[in-house]
């Protein structure tokens, strides 16, 4: 069963791939497309960006005058040949391994029935040994859940929002992919395995982020993405080949028989002694965050909604992004050895929180606001592993699946009702239009602010909570972020709603045309809206309260010292009604700027332009990565170019030597003067210069 | 002259068949006229192969004769041989050519014939007297032969600069072998070794330099190589073909039966000397030919450069380093007379052309003949798993056995410059737009061309027969 929860995607990936390669051989015999026929006019809004190496600032267009056109004009190709049939077979697929996975779910959680599933040997090198193996226990089973459930849904609402793209075998395939990638992640029974799943991801990632290989903006932030995340993979590698180093295993279970014993070595990085348990967590941290897109290694995730937007809801919301908690979370028994790797850990996470909490307050684009939302979420989640509440990270996880999920795919249908319109200031009035939309959407949103008994409320403040109870150095200034980053995320989500649906349409033509999306679009958003609104109250017991130690039991760690489960349980009144109050302030402000008062946030705008600029940039990021990365590398780059390859390598090499020895023939060519002294010449100074020789220099 | 102390003629039997052979076709040409030049031709070609034949059937081991001046040994045999054959295939590649430019002469194949037996001469010469006497019956032939379109000045300028410039290296060689005789008191060459093995003098390295000096013009090496480029494109091609293959055969027959048999003990001395002209005609071979357009003039450079790098073998000065030259120089024959015929085919109806760029999309035009010039010019090249390859590696190998790494280098290199020119040509032919194609080629031409590209392409799967006698031969030198 559980081969087949892995596998099954596979299995639709291939297939959706065959079709899609025997399509395009069918559309194109003979060769490649011509790149400029599938082209549409949004290049010109992409012309901006210039060409691919300027693919970290890649958003800067964006932030004032993004008008990008999500799967814009594609009807003019006729649709690949057998479009449906991978769409039936890739979401078939998917809703097999959904239903297997909370079968599993049950079994595993409720009635432990923990295992490991071993398939084959995979490397054996030395000292290596890597099974390719299934490690099934309660962590597992939450993350399967979570993956193939949202990866159905968002099968079957691509089916309806991809519709008029030309491509979707491809776009099917490489879902179904991603999928099955994600799965090996989350099943990994050691540190390779997992690292082939993280890859994998990011690899399904980058190619759906340019699906629309076409347009510039899009190759530019896929590539920024991979880029971006090679960073935080380097550290990733890095605290394998060190705990490997350490250990002389990679496998789960004999890695974390040595937690202990590895918290009291030391070992020798970069001229300096560190505790060898707190730089391995480190730099597997350093991994995390550039996949769940933590402060400082953020930039790639608002760019990345370059994608189409069900790409966006369950890679960049959903599944992917919380690799890194999950990691986190499965690494427990090493991270909970070392205190300062947990303070590290929620430092990044509250800050990212609050971070991310701001710049959305700004934006204007729907599906950017719904990016830092996530981003700042993911801080959220990094928080509660930091305080060692990982139970509670992991709900939040879970929670943040379905209501994240949610409100991205609403948005889809936002943006396929406004005819792929993403400005929230173009739109307005539109709860009126498409009814269904709206009421998913503030489901979504009321999950998202912890509006009280939504999956949200159980979640965040949990994390609150735990933040305020947690021990580690870092955790009062958790505790202070998130609880103002609360407030600022009950803000632009409602003013994302107001601004939206309520008020005067800001375009007519738009606003006439709307009309609501088909039954294949909403009945997943009804489904994630059940799991929005239901999911705390029902896992609420299991993740956060008594149920913990016999739902998880060995999967996640608990040092002795840590009773931060049971502390936030017992933390003052005030701390448990504060993120109410907060969710209920950034309501009211949004109410008064966006529906009482709406020249209001303008005035306010005013008055700090330079706070307003410093936010609507997103705290200068891109511009000082550009500064401090990307020019030097391009400089770099540029001198080993032309001076390294072009001067000394072709000028000394290939074409050094190929010009030397046209100047040697024809200088030698130039001897042949056909003249017959000149011969007769030649042989006789031959013959004096062999006498000489022999006269002064080379007899004996 | 006493009856009884006639000399054995057996050992000269082959050369003394040629001689009666070729008065008898001369007769017969003068007398029924140039109507049968084919005729002569063909008899011609038979009474070489016939030669050969008697060449290998001879009585084994070392035969002497003429008070020791002329020795038929397995050294003699080989060299003899591949000179025949080459001199046949000379006069197959010559009749299509004369034909269709309605220049038949019959006295062709005559003078041919009498070229090679001065070669042969020259190839079982003993005494400087009797390598002087075929030296200048061979080369006499040849300038005549440089000449033979009496009516075209290219080949009238050819034949003269041939004479003067070989009157000149004569006129050292004989120089040279004067010293010898005066520092040694003998011309015999086993007289000459042991009389330098008690002492040399300057005056004996003089005569080695002088004498050196006229070897090395016979195979064209540098710097005494000047007149091969004029000559080879201004000579008619199929005078050209002959001069590349028969007579360098000789060339370095006489080259190497002087260093070994007659200085074995100022080996070092020498050595130099060859080592210098190697290395001169290597890279002078490589880097002029890159400059040249006219195939003719092309392969003139190639020829250089491909005597260096078998004298390689040569400056070592080893049985093993003889070995490698006697290979090189089978291989060289049947590269270059291979070559030769694809020049011959390459006929237009305006007549016949000689630039590289004519090749232009052969591929296309004339797959089988852009192949097997493909072939060849891999194999000039030095590309494994061709012949010229092991022609190579077999020189090199001895270089490096003997110590002489710098050499070995540089031939390496050279070849690798080398390999431009060739390459160049395979690729105007497979790559460039085709031009207009070649009139038909005549049979004999597709016979030598056939012939030298399958000995080429197949010599590695059975290079036994070729290895062994080459080995066989270098050993009776020592």
């Not at chain 1, 999928?179 to 029974?189: G, I, K, P, Q, R």
């Not at chain 2, 080398?418 to 085709?434: C, G, N, S, T």
Request: charged content about 10%; hydrophobic content about 55%; aromatic content about 12%.
């Amino acid at each position: 069963m559980y081969q087949a929860i892995v596998l099954l995607p596979l299995l639709g990936a291939i297939l959706a791939g065959i079709i899609a390669i025997a399509g395009a051989r069918a559309r194109h015999p003979g060769g490649s497309p011509a790149p400029g026929a599938e082209n549409h006019a949004d290049n010109a809004h992409a012309g901006g960006h210039g060409a691919g190496a300027s693919a970290l600032h890649a958003d800067i267009a964006h932030a004032s005058s993004h008008h990008a056109a999500d799967g814009h004009g594609h009807a003019a190709e006729p649709p690949a040949q057998g479009s449906r049939a991978a769409e039936l077979i890739t979401s078939t697929l998917l809703v097999i391994s959904a239903i297997l996975s909370w079968i599993a779910f049950v079994r595993i959680g409720f009635q432990q029935e923990d295992m490991r599933v071993a398939l084959f040997p995979w490397i054996v090198s030395g000292e290596l040994q890597v099974d390719w193996a299934l490690r099934i226990d309660s962590l597992t089973a939450v993350m399967l859940v979570v993956v193939t459930t949202v990866s159905a849904l968002v099968h079957i609402y691509s089916i309806g929002y991809m519709a008029e793209d030309p491509h979707r075998p491809r776009f099917f395939a490489y879902l179904s992919l991603f999928t099955f990638a994600m799965l090996a992640l989350v099943t990994s029974d050691n540190l390779a395995q997992l690292f082939f799943g993280w890859e994998g991801v990011g690899l399904a990632s980058y190619l759906l982020i340019g699906f629309w290989y076409q347009r510039p903006s899009a190759n530019a932030a896929a590539i920024k993405a991979f880029i971006v995340n090679r960073v935080g993979d380097f550290g990733f590698a890095l605290g394998i080949f060190a705990l490997f180093a350490l250990t002389s295993s990679i496998n789960f279970d004999a890695v974390f028989a040595e937690g202990p014993v590895l918290a009291n070595k030391t070992m020798h990085f970069l001229s300096w002694e560190a505790s060898a348990l707190t730089l391995v967590c480190i730099l597997l941290f350093m991994g995390a965050m550039g996949k769940s897109a933590q402060f400082l290694l953020h930039t790639w995730l608002p760019d990345a909604m370059e994608g189409p937007t069900p790409v966006s809801a369950l890679i960049h919301a959903a599944t992917m992004v919380t690799a890194g908690v999950f990691m986190v979370a499965r690494l427990s028994p090493l991270f909970e050895y070392s205190p300062t790797a947990l303070a590290v850990v929620t430092f990044f996470g509250a800050t990212t929180a609050f971070f991310a909490a701001t710049v959305g307050l700004v934006q204007n684009d729907i599906k950017r606001i719904i990016a830092y939302s996530t981003c700042s979420q993911l801080g959220y989640m990094f928080v509660a592993m930091g305080v060692g509440a990982y139970s509670v990270g992991m709900f939040h996880l879970f929670t943040h699946a379905f209501f994240k999920a949610l409100l991205f795919l609403g948005s889809g249908s936002v943006i396929l009702a406004m005819h792929h319109e993403q400005d929230i200031r173009l739109m307005g009035g539109l709860k009126d239009k498409i009814p269904v939309t709206y009421w998913m959407m503030v489901i979504g949103t009321l999950a998202l602010t912890g509006f009280p008994l939504t999956a949200g409320y159980f979640s965040k403040d949990a994390i609150i909570e735990a933040a305020y109870a947690g021990k580690n150095p870092m955790a009062v200034y958790g505790f202070g972020l998130t609880l103002i980053a609360a407030a600022l995320t009950s803000f632009y989500s409602w003013r994302l709603v107001f601004k939206t649906f309520h008020g005067a349409p800001h375009d007519r033509h738009h606003y006439e045309h709307a009309k609501e999306s088909p039954a294949v679009m909403l009945v997943p958003l009804a489904l994630l809206a059940v799991g929005s609104l239901a999911a705390g109250l029902m896992f609420r017991d299991i993740f956060t309260g008594h149920g913990v130690a016999e739902f998880f039991r060995d999967s996640l760690k608990f040092a002795e010292g840590n009773h931060v489960l049971e502390d936030m349980h017992h933390v003052p009144t005030f701390v448990a009604l504060l993120p109410t109050v907060m969710m209920l302030i950034g309501f009211a402000v949004a109410y008064d700027f966006y529906l009482r008062r709406p020249e209001a946030p303008v005035r306010l705008a005013e008055q700090h332009a330079l706070l307003y600029r410093f936010l609507l940039n997103k705290w200068y990021f891109d511009e000082l990565y550009e500064v401090l990365f990307v020019r030097p590398a391009l400089r770099l780059g540029r001198l080993l170019w032309k001076g390294g390859d072009g001067y000394v390598i072709d000028g000394f090499g290939p074409d050094g030597v190929s010009a030397r020895v046209i100047d040697v023939t024809r200088g030698v060519v130039r001897l042949q003067t056909g003249y017959l002294y000149h011969y007769a010449f030649a042989m006789l100074i031959g013959v004096a210069a062999l006498i000489t020789w022999f006269m002064f220099g080379g007899a004996h | 002259m006493n009856p009884a102390t006639l000399p054995p003629l057996v050992p000269a039997l082959p050369e003394l068949m040629l001689a009666l052979g070729a008065m008898a076709l001369l007769m017969f040409g003068v007398f029924r006229g140039p109507r049968f030049v084919h005729v002569i031709s063909g008899l011609a070609i038979a009474l070489l192969l016939l030669a050969a034949v008697m060449v290998v059937y001879l009585p084994g081991g070392t035969l002497t004769t003429f008070g020791g001046s002329f020795v038929v040994d397995d050294f003699a045999r080989f060299m003899k041989v591949l000179a025949l054959v080459g001199s046949a295939a000379a006069i197959a590649l010559s009749t299509d050519y004369f034909d269709s430019l309605r220049e038949q002469r019959f006295e062709y194949p005559i003078l041919i014939v009498l070229s090679t037996i001065g070669m042969m001469m020259l190839i079982s010469a003993a005494d400087l007297i009797a390598l002087y006497l075929g030296l200048e019956t061979m080369s006499l032939v040849l300038y005549v032969l440089a000449a033979i379109h009496r009516t075209s000045v290219r080949s009238s300028e050819a034949g003269l600069k041939y004479f003067v410039l070989g009157a000149l290296s004569s006129g050292m060689l004989l120089y040279g072998a004067s010293l010898v005789y005066g520092f040694t008191g003998t011309v015999s060459f086993s007289g000459i070794a042991r009389a330098t093995a008690e002492q040399t003098s300057m005056g004996l390295l003089f005569g080695l330099v002088f004498l050196f000096a006229g070897f090395c013009f016979k195979v064209s090496a540098v710097p005494f190589h000047m007149w091969t480029p004029d000559v080879y494109e201004g000579a008619p091609t199929p005078v050209t073909a002959f001069f590349a293959s028969a007579p360098k055969v000789a060339g370095i027959a006489m080259f190497i039966r002087g260093a070994i048999d007659a200085f074995p003990d100022i080996a070092p001395q020498w050595q130099q000397i060859v080592g210098f002209v190697a290395i001169a005609s290597m890279l002078l071979g490589s880097f002029a030919a890159i400059g040249q357009r006219n195939f003719k003039r092309l392969m003139a450079y190639s020829s250089i450069g491909h005597m260096g790098f078998a004298l390689i073998g040569l400056a070592a000065g080893t049985e093993e380093g003889v070995r490698g030259v006697l290979i090189y120089t089978a291989i060289y024959v049947a590269m270059t007379l291979g070559t030769f015929a694809v020049i011959l085919s390459m006929r237009r109806k305006v007549g016949y052309v000689e630039d590289i760029g004519d090749l232009s999309g052969l591929a296309r035009t004339h797959p089988a003949l852009a192949f097997f010039l493909a072939v060849l010019l891999f194999s000039l090249a030095g590309i494994p798993p061709l012949a010229g390859f092991f022609a190579k590696f077999y020189v090199f190998l001895a270089a490096i056995k003997a110590g002489l790494y710098a050499l070995a280098v540089i031939g390496v290199l050279a070849s690798v410059v080398a390999a431009y020119y060739y390459l160049a040509i395979v690729k105007i032919m497979y790559f460039d737009e085709a031009g207009e194609g070649f009139e038909p080629m005549s049979a004999e031409l597709k016979v030598v061309l056939g012939l030298a590209g399958l000995i080429n392409l197949l010599f590695f799967v059975y290079p036994s027969p070729l290895l062994e006698t080459a080995t066989s031969a270098a050993r009776s030198l020592f």
